[in-house]
């Protein structure tokens, strides 16, 4: 009997041991853009590429350029009674010019129901200098992603899957990698959005990753066959977490000239699988775009430009919403009625 409690505890101890080396994550991969983003991962740019598959996992990310003072704006903004969660937008250059998107997605913030507090958890990830100096007129919590010369030209508008487009929106996804490694979660939502009304009462406690998505079929949350949408996730710290975006990153090769979300709808139905990771769409009643638009006012938390090209469109379009938004508020007050109570 004693041989087999011995037995009993070695497999006990074994199983613990392995359960252990599950938890270390891996560091993103070494990037294929430019060495700029190399820099976000806090990698060096001497290493040469390899299989993740084959790395050894690492405790810590190493530390990087700017993480003491990205490390800051994240615990400023950090909710702490919500798992270290921040909101998270990506700013380049043509997006942040007066009156253009990046006013309009803080305005709706300060005339939203019940988004207006959620501003000081929100942090700005600008991309280059002119884009940093816009964002620090307009809100406290900046951060200064700097740009290698003789890259993107940020300034101007870059054409929908363009060289250009495509370099922004990965340094987008990096952006998000290295919070995460940083441990915290986060809210990201792209600056062609709108915020109505508080759309953190829409995401499950228990739910590793919860996204938009383009057009929003049957009542179940947790099947995948709908068009993904990046440009609102919900998505939780954890090892688990660190090593699919590793995954997600890396499949970007099987897909080349490719943005991150028509890699996530490729792989979708492997990858979150495979690191136990929980994935849930939320109904475009509650995050709606213009690829499906929905406008019942005591639902819709945020409104995305999706499925409209160009700045002005999107500009344009958003506007028009949001001026309704208002109107419908005027009139509720006029009403007597709670438009501020939490939706059903």
Known sequence: MTRGFLTFLCGVATAAAC???????????????????????????????????????????????????????????SMDDLDKTVILTFASQAWTAPASLQDLLL?????????????????????????????????????????????????????????????IVWRKFLSQA????????????????????????????????????????????????KEANSGFMYVKASSRMVAFYESWYAARLSYPNTHEQWVFQKVKDTLPAKHGIRVQFVDTAYLTG?????????????????CLVGLKSKLEKLTEVFNEWKQFRKKAALLGSNTTAPTH
């Open 19 to 77: 359960f252990g080396l599950l938890l270390l994550h891996v560091p993103c991969p070494r990037s294929l853009l430019p060495a700029e983003q190399e820099l976000i991962l806090g990698r060096s740019t001497n290493r040469t590429h390899a299989d993740p598959s084959t790395k050894k996992p690492a405790m810590a990310p190493a530390p990087a350029p700017g993480d003491e003072k990205l490390l800051e704006l994240l615990r400023r903004a």
């Open 178 to 225: 290295r919070v995460l490694q940083l441990g915290y979660s986060f809210v990201f939502t792209d600056m062609d959005i709108i915020w109505l009304r508080n759309p953190l009462l829409r995401i499950p406690i228990g739910v590793d990753l919860a996204m938009s998505c383009d057009k929003y079929y049957g009542d179940n949350p947790y099947d995948l066959d």
């Open 107 to 167: 305005e709706s913030f300060r005339q939203g129901v019940g988004t207006e507090p959620l501003l000081k958890h929100l942090v700005i990830v600008a991309d280059g200098a002119k884009t940093y100096e816009h964002c620090q007129h307009v809100h406290p919590l900046c951060y200064h992603l700097q740009l290698e010369p003789g890259g993107v030209d940020y300034a101007t508008q870059q054409s929908y899957m363009a060289k250009g487009y495509l370099e």
């Open 290 to 306: 213009f690829c499906q638009l929905k406008k019942d006012f005591n639902k819709v938390c945020t409104v995305h430009a999706n």
